[in-house]
C-alpha cells in the first residue's frame, strides 16, 4: 500500500498540477466517446493500452467481461450501457476479452470454482457461451480451446448488447458501432472480429465494427487462421 500511497503524491505534484488546466475542464462534465466493456483482471488496462486520456473512455468492468442479456441481472451493467449510450451519447461500444482469462477457464472447468460459489452464479450468465462451445469445438483442447472459448465469449456479449433497448435503438439509426476485441498478454496485441472473414484478425489502424449487418472496413484482409473461425449457422 505504500506503494499505491506514493503514487497518489506522485500524480497530485507531478501530473495534476502540472496539467492542470486539463483537470479542470473534467470538472464540468464527461464527454467520453467509447463505452469499454472488459474484464477485472488486473494485468488489462485499456486506458493504458489505448493511450487514452482520463474521459476518453467510460468504463465498465467485471469478471469475464460480461454482458448479461437485457433483464437477466439487476447489477449494475445494464444502467452503466443504459447511462452510456443515452445520457453521454457514446458512438462506439467495445466489449475486450484477453487471453488467459480466469473466468473463461472457469467455465471450461466448473470444478476449479467450487470454492467460489458468487463466481459460479455470476458464469451462468456465460451459458450461452459454454452451449456454443460444448456443441461446436469438440475438436479442440487445451490452448487452443481457451482461446476459441474468449473469442466465442466476446460475440456472445455482442449479441446480448443488442438486447438492450437503448442500443438496439442507436443502432438501428446507425449511430452506434460494436466492436468485439481480444487483447493479447503474450504480445500486447489486440485482435477485432471481422464480419467478412468471420475470424479476429490483428487490430491495425483502422477499427473494425460489427453488428446486425457486416460492415465493410477499410485496409488488408489478413489470413484466416481456421482455428478462430466461427461455425456458421
Same mark, same amino acid.
Given at each position: 500500500?505504500?506503494?499505491?500511497?506514493?503514487?497518489?503524491?506522485?500524480?497530485?505534484?507531478?501530473?495534476?498540477?502540472?496539467?492542470?488546466?486539463?483537470?479542470?475542464?473534467?470538472?464540468?462534465?464527461?464527454?467520453?466517446?467509447?463505452?469499454?466493456?472488459?474484464?477485472?483482471?488486473? =494485468?488489462?488496462?485499456?486506458?493504458?493500452?489505448?493511450?487514452? /486520456?482520463?474521459?476518453?473512455?467510460?468504463? @465498465?468492468?467485471?469478471?469475464?467481461?460480461?454482458?448479461?442479456?437485457?433483464?437477466?441481472?439487476?447489477?449494475?451493467?445494464?444502467?452503466?450501457?443504459?447511462?452510456?449510450?443515452?445520457?453521454?451519447?457514446?458512438?462506439?461500444?467495445?466489449?475486450?476479452?484477453?487471453?488467459?482469462?480466469?473466468?473463461?477457464?472457469?467455465?471450461?472447468?466448473?470444478?476449479? /470454482?467450487?470454492?467460489?460459489?458468487?463466481?459460479?452464479?455470476? @458464469?451462468?450468465?456465460?451459458?450461452?457461451?459454454?452451449?456454443?462451445?460444448?456443441?461446436?469445438?469438440?475438436?479442440?483442447?487445451?490452448?487452443?480451446?481457451?482461446?476459441?472459448?474468449?473469442?466465442?465469449?466476446?460475440?456472445?456479449?455482442?449479441?446480448?448488447?443488442?438486447?438492450?433497448?437503448?442500443?438496439?435503438? %442507436?443502432?438501428?439509426?446507425?449511430?452506434?458501432? @460494436?466492436?468485439?476485441?481480444?487483447?493479447?498478454?503474450?504480445?500486447?496485441?489486440?485482435?477485432?472480429?471481422?464480419?467478412? $472473414?468471420? $475470424?479476429?484478425?490483428?487490430?491495425?489502424?483502422?477499427? %473494425?465494427?460489427?453488428?446486425? =449487418?457486416?460492415? =465493410?472496413?477499410?485496409? $488488408?484482409?489478413?489470413? %484466416?487462421?481456421?482455428?478462430? %473461425?466461427?461455425?456458421?449457422?
Amino acid at each position: 500500500m505504500e506503494h499505491f500511497l506514493g503514487g497518489v503524491h506522485q500524480f497530485r505534484t507531478q501530473v495534476f498540477d502540472q496539467e492542470k488546466d486539463f483537470f479542470q475542464e473534467l470538472v464540468h462534465g464527461q464527454n467520453p466517446s467509447a463505452l469499454v466493456v472488459s474484464c477485472s483482471d488486473s =494485468r488489462v488496462d485499456l486506458n493504458l493500452i489505448l493511450q487514452a /486520456a482520463p474521459g476518453d473512455l467510460f468504463s @465498465l468492468r467485471n469478471a469475464g467481461n460480461l454482458v448479461p442479456p437485457f433483464g437477466a441481472s439487476n447489477g449494475g451493467e445494464t444502467a452503466s450501457i443504459e447511462y452510456a449510450v443515452v445520457a453521454l451519447d457514446v458512438k462506439d461500444i467495445v466489449v475486450c476479452g484477453h487471453s488467459q482469462c480466469g473466468a473463461m477457464k472457469a467455465l471450461l472447468d466448473p470444478a476449479s /470454482a467450487a470454492k467460489l460459489p458468487t463466481v459460479q452464479n455470476w @458464469l451462468q450468465h456465460a451459458e450461452t457461451t459454454r452451449r456454443i462451445i460444448s456443441e461446436n469445438y469438440q475438436h479442440l483442447d487445451g490452448v487452443a480451446l481457451l482461446e476459441a472459448t474468449i473469442q466465442e465469449h466476446v460475440l456472445v456479449q455482442i449479441e446480448n448488447l443488442q438486447t438492450h433497448p437503448s442500443v438496439a435503438a %442507436k443502432m438501428q439509426r446507425g449511430e452506434l458501432r @460494436l466492436h468485439a476485441w481480444v487483447y493479447q498478454l503474450e504480445t500486447g496485441s489486440l485482435l477485432a472480429f471481422s464480419s467478412e $472473414t468471420e $475470424t479476429f484478425e490483428p487490430l491495425g489502424t483502422e477499427g %473494425k465494427a460489427i453488428g446486425d =449487418r457486416p460492415r =465493410r472496413s477499410p485496409g $488488408t484482409v489478413r489470413k %484466416k487462421n481456421p482455428s478462430t %473461425k466461427r461455425p456458421r449457422s
